[in-house]
Nanobody, 116 residues
């Protein structure tokens, strides 16, 4: 079955950078778009970034555009999220997401805390 495992979260100061990674298995990775979402305490889960199956197309909400970059390595079945110029409001649990065989699949999440 689909398995998504995030890594790379942690504590970072405002203005700092962090890179998240998601290792995927259980499906033909190169056939599917991949996305990142986040959920802050007391808030709904929100979209952060998406990348097409080939990596040729990406999309971001205005809140992270210009600061976050999603990428993928289809040879390694991984998707990454480079986060720069981090702000306290970026603090959240970050989730990797895939929609495979008409079913949503989520990773377990990785905590990102931006604080001085």
């Amino acid at each position: 079955q689909v398995r998504l495992v995030e890594s790379g979260g942690g504590l970072v100061q405002p203005g700092g950078s962090l890179r998240l990674s998601c290792a995927a298995s259980g499906f033909t990775f190169s056939n599917y778009p991949m996305s990142w979402y986040r959920q802050a305490p007391g808030k709904e889960r929100e979209f952060v970034a998406t990348i097409s199956n080939t990596g040729g197309s990406t999309n971001y909400p205005d809140s992270v555009k210009g600061r976050f970059t999603i990428s993928r390595d289809n040879a390694k079945n991984t998707v990454g999220l480079q986060m720069n110029s981090l702000k306290p409001e970026d603090t959240a649990v970050y989730y990797c997401y895939a929609y495979v065989s008409r079913k949503s699949s989520w990773g377990q999440g990785t905590q990102v805390t931006v604080s001085s």
